[in-house]
């Protein structure tokens, strides 16, 4: 009995070493993998967002700073050069000046009882937490979803847009976590069902579209796709959620934007152009006349066929949405009408930051569908969809080495512009999860995945 004993507590101390050792083996993978992680992707990322530009404010943050100090003061967010404008003076009045509606002045208002550097330093830090946090899958309880996570993880940290808005102490975020947050609240819905629970969701969501898109308003230009999808609870959500922020923000501030300031900015147009559609057809246009005199008018005929390109652009995708509407689902919708705002309107790179939310989500569907479930071998095209993915999107990583060494290169072999590689990339993309959004097994990932 003794000996028998003897023997079963060295088994049990065998099985408790083993233990112990694939735990410490696993515990040291993922130190290695969590410091190879942070050596690449999020001390880059942190350096030149934040330490980088630690003593940088340019010209954004004060402008948004000087807005709500005004609020606090209780003055007018616009400065009277803005609310004295005439429709047809320059555009150049504007730089410096708070343009937008006042919502994110209100923002700003807790952080303008600091002292400027430090209103900045606190909001961006807030605001990197937040991302970094509520945008990170969390569906790790398989090695697909721990992938999923690192690599979306990643594009966090390699997402050129967000370091710039970082850096400038931009807007982008807000409209990007109410976007965010209505992509979920509609993912989680039963989609074209009338169950009240359904209903509810569709109209919180489409209120936080449509406070998100009193940010810049260019997001608006949603607002038709959901029409023309059908999604009329959606609709109703937006201008719903727009009524109310213009409410809460102040009447009389809303009024004088609308009434005084929006008007006199149709001459704004011309800086949109800059990372557009419109851009790249000036940009050839100048490509083609290095070292000779610029015709104004050829410039003038550039920018009316950029424009005319724009909305042939949005008409053939109203009329894409409109036939695949019982096809498409309300997440998938909004997620693809994120890429609209950037293309169409884009005056710099932190607009494209809202491109990030149609990315993460086709990363996440394309692993799944790489990496089925069971003993079952690797898809070949989700691989191939990833890796055409990954190519396009290289323009919006001009931040770290990578992007820095594709834009380096093209510009020296190609004599191609960096707005035009970044509309010419994001169209591209575009168009790639267009056909993806439409592909039924891209729709309709392995089910015990989706579970898990």
């Not at 967000?162 to 509609?186: D, H, M």
């Not at 015709?295 to 724009?310: A, F, H």
Request: charged fraction near 15%; proline fraction near 6%.
């Amino acid at each position: 009995m003794n000996i028998q004993g003897q023997g079963e507590d060295r088994e049990v101390e065998k099985q408790a070493q083993g233990v112990w050792s694939r735990r410490f083996t696993r515990n040291l993978l993922i130190a290695l993998i969590g410091a190879g992680f942070f050596l690449l992707f999020a001390n880059p990322f942190i350096g030149v967002s934040v330490w980088e530009p630690w003593d940088y404010l340019h010209d954004d943050f004060p402008m948004f700073y000087g807005a709500s100090k005004s609020l606090v003061a209780g003055e007018s967010p616009y400065s009277v050069d803005i609310l004295d404008a005439i429709p047809d003076a320059g555009s150049a009045r504007g730089w410096g000046s708070y343009i937008y509606p006042p919502l994110f002045a209100w923002v700003l208002v807790p952080f303008s009882f600091l002292p400027i550097e430090w209103a900045k330093h606190v909001y961006v830090i807030l605001c990197l937490f937040i991302y970094l946090i509520f945008l990170t899958p969390r569906r790790s309880k398989d090695f697909v979803g721990a992938l999923e996570g690192v690599v979306s993880l990643a594009v966090l940290c390699l997402w050129g847009p967000i370091v710039e808005t970082c850096r400038f102490g931009q807007s982008n975020f807000l409209p990007l976590f109410l976007f965010f947050a209505a992509w979920k609240i509609l993912e989680g819905a039963p989609d074209l069902s009338s169950n009240e629970k359904t209903r509810i969701r569709e109209i919180v969501a489409g209120i936080l579209i449509g406070v998100g898109s009193m940010v810049k308003l260019t997001p608006f230009v949603i607002l038709p796709i959901f029409l023309v999808a059908g999604r009329y609870r959606l609709v109703v959500g937006c201008i719903a959620g727009s009524v109310l922020t213009a409410t809460l923000t102040g009447l009389g501030s809303n009024f004088e934007y609308f009434t005084r300031v929006l008007p006199t900015l149709g001459n704004f147009s011309d800086l949109s152009h800059f990372h557009s559609i419109t851009r790249v057809v000036l940009g050839l246009a100048n490509d083609a006349g290095v070292g000779q005199e610029i015709d104004p008018q050829s410039v003038e005929r550039g920018r009316q066929l950029g424009l005319m390109l724009s909305g042939l652009l949005y008409v053939l995708f109203l009329i894409f949405v409109h036939l695949n509407r019982k096809k498409l689902k309300s997440h998938e919708i909004l997620l693809l009408s994120c890429f609209l705002p950037c293309l169409l309107f884009g005056a710099w790179y932190h607009h494209y930051t809202l491109v990030l939310l149609p990315v993460l989500y086709s990363l996440s569907r394309l692993i799944r569908l790489a990496i089925p479930s069971g003993n079952g071998h690797l898809r070949i095209w989700p691989i191939l969809g990833l890796s055409i993915l990954f190519l396009l999107l290289l323009p919006n990583t001009f931040y770290v080495h990578m992007g820095k060494i594709f834009y380096a290169w093209t510009f020296t072999q190609l004599r191609v512009y960096n707005p035009t590689w970044l509309v010419v990339s994001n169209l591209c993309a575009f168009f790639l999860l267009c056909a993806l959004f439409n592909f039924r097994p891209f729709q309709k990932p392995n089910a015990s995945r989706e579970k898990a």
